[in-house]
């Protein structure tokens, strides 16, 4: 099954900003909607924002207005600008392919994500 890889993770005080790159081999990045999703220490993973193939973007309300997803489809790459970062933003982040009935739910295999940790 196809894996997608993320990258640019680190460590970043608050207020800070990173910025995350998806990709993987062939087409599932430029062909499909994308979405990010993280694990905060001790808990679930969760949905974080969805773009669409024609770039229409969804957030989970604690990132409105802090983080921003977009796509490259020539590149076959997602990004995920993050700005104002706070602690509680600290986590592994994953992207992948979100299933159309219900984003939570996806249809790639997970790749091994990459660590945000925000300082205080």
């Known amino acids: 099954q196809v894996q997608l890889v993320e990258s640019g993770g680190g460590l970043v005080q608050a207020g800070g900003s990173l910025r995350l790159s998806c990709t993987a081999s062939?087409?599932?990045?430029?062909?499909?909607?994308i979405a990010w999703y993280r694990r905060l220490p001790g808990k679930q993973r969760e949905f974080v924002a969805r773009?669409?193939?024609?770039?229409?973007?969804n957030y989970t309300k604690s990132v409105i207005d802090r983080f921003i997803i977009s796509r490259d489809n020539v590149r076959k790459m997602v990004f995920l600008s993050m700005n104002s970062l706070k602690p509680e933003d600290t986590a592994v982040y994953y992207c992948?392919?979100?299933?159309?009935?219900?984003?939570?739910?996806?249809?790639?295999?997970w790749g091994p994500g990459t660590q945000v940790t925000v300082s205080s």
């Open positions: 992948n392919v979100p299933w159309s009935e219900n984003w939570n739910q996806v249809l790639a295999s």
């Open positions: 062939g087409s599932i990045v430029s062909d499909n909607p």
């Open positions: 773009v669409s193939r024609y770039g229409h973007t």
